[in-house]
């Protein structure tokens, strides 16, 4: 049995001497910082927002566009390489197929002429757009930009169904 006496500013527990301030001040402490580790919880879970499912909704879906066109989006002329997207401007970075490859003169350059080289664009753009209407993104393909490169030299913009050539 323990045997606790009443001192006056202490409590004698069998033979140590508990302080009652000491006691007080401890309950008091640890109080006190549960109550603040609470409050940082609050604060940090607010602090940053979480998306909204939406957001995460368009992103998947803009993975997976990317994934879908990625080396399947094939012309006689080019193959789709790489798609980056970022809300307006977009990057579509191609190779070639063996047909133009010795058309091809490095760094964005090709020895064709220039309405040849756009209509070949213009025919990769147009099997890259169905395959855009089939995910849930967000915008109008011919709202957006897109930068068509090849080796990530840009070769010129696509925007609504016209190219502009570098």
Known sequence: MINMADTGNEWQLGKRAISKVGIVSLILSSVAFCLGVISLIIVISHAQPQPA???????????????????????????????????????????LQPSVALAYKGQGKFDLQAEELKDKIIAIMDVIKPVYGNYNLDGDWDARTYKVTIQNYVIGTYKNGTVNLE
């Open 53 to 95: 499912m939406s957001e995460i909704e368009e992103q998947v879906n803009v993975l997976a566009f990317q994934h879908a066109v990625e080396k399947a989006a094939v012309t006689d002329d080019f193959i789709v390489n790489r798609v980056l997207m970022n809300s307006n401007l977009s990057y579509i970075d191609i190779s």
